[in-house]
């Protein structure tokens, strides 16, 4: 393996892709931060690093709090949309159906779509390059109750929380172990056999382009319909032959049985029959209709 040397670069990946709320419940604002981190564990501290020409800069500058919220998979978009676009010009809030909630420790709004909302206090506001690097106390934690287990931890696999790495979204990934267990023998163990188990990724199964061109559309009682994909390039030049039995040229035709009549027979009944004329047509048309009370005699005298 050979390692090639880079310039100085923003090259710790990847980072949590974070929603910085700032203002009030009644005129919010947010936007989205990867470059923040925690500076201390007791007191717990963070920063996040804003640029002095963004809209929020300001505004957390002037009020001195702020909301960090850990964003989920499925708000990338909003996520996204609210670090290209600027407060100054739109609701972002408004524009992307996110809800502002309050918070107990400072005045500036958390997200309630977001699954942790960390409320922070400003200590102090320092200068690095282009950056200005706000450092803070944090006050206060809200953490959706569904993503909380049995033992009363917080479970955020299930929440999909998103990472940042070069100008990509990512989900995280799968749990490989917690704090600790590479000296805890029995854990280590279920890590080992973890590292033997093969995740494959099957290629989606694409239509040649012979097929494509072969393929031609049908017609059917309702219109036509386009073309019917197939498999392979086979079914479409060479299409499945029916195999058919044999004729039998001994076999001799199949004829319906037909009563035998005889020519004169046929017509002796058919001059049996008097032939129908049209008053005796309406006649009887009238006699179906009328009500039964009525007698065929008086029809008849009616009708004449």
């Known amino acids: ?177 917690s704090f600790g267990f590479s000296v805890n023998k029995a854990k280590l163990k279920d890590m080992q056999k973890m590292e033997k188990v093969v995740v494959e990724v099957k290629q989606p199964k694409a239509l040649p382009e012979e097929a494509k061109k072969s393929a031609k559309p049908y017609r059917t009682p309702f219109g036509l319909r386009p073309a019917r994909r197939a498999k392979n390039v086979s079914e479409v030049s060479e299409p499945k032959k029916v195999a058919r039995p044999a004729r039998d040229e001994n076999r001799k035709p199949f004829k319906r049985a037909i009563p035998n009549v005889g020519t004169f027979a046929a017509t002796q009944l058919l001059s049996a029959v008097p032939p129908l004329r049209a008053n005796d047509v309406c006649r009887k048309q009238t006699a179906e209709n009328v009500r039964p009370e009525i007698s065929n005699e008086n029809l008849l005298r009616r009708n004449n």
């Open 1 to 177: 393996m050979t390692k090639i040397n880079w310039k100085p670069g923003t090259m710790l990946s990847p980072v949590p892709p974070v929603m910085v709320s700032c203002g009030t419940v009644d005129k919010p604002n947010v936007m989205t931060v990867a470059w923040t981190g925690i500076i201390s564990s007791d007191p717990v501290m963070t920063y996040v690093s804003i640029r002095p020409q963004r809209y929020s800069h300001d505004i957390i500058k002037e009020s001195g709090e702020f909301v960090i919220n850990l964003p989920t998979w499925n708000m990338v978009t909003a996520v996204d949309f609210c670090g290209v676009k600027s407060g100054k010009d739109i609701d972002k809030f408004k524009e992307m159906k996110l809800t502002p909630a309050a918070c107990e420790n400072v005045n500036a709004p958390q997200i309630a779509e977001c699954p942790v909302s960390i409320a922070c206090r400003v200590k102090s506001v320092t200068n690095y390059g282009v950056h200005d690097m706000f450092l803070a106390e944090v006050v206060g934690v809200s953490v959706d109750d569904k993503y909380i287990d049995d033992k009363g931890a917080l479970d955020l696999e299930k929440a999909g929380i998103l990472a940042y790495a070069h100008g990509k979204y990512y989900t995280l990934g799968r749990n490989l172990g």
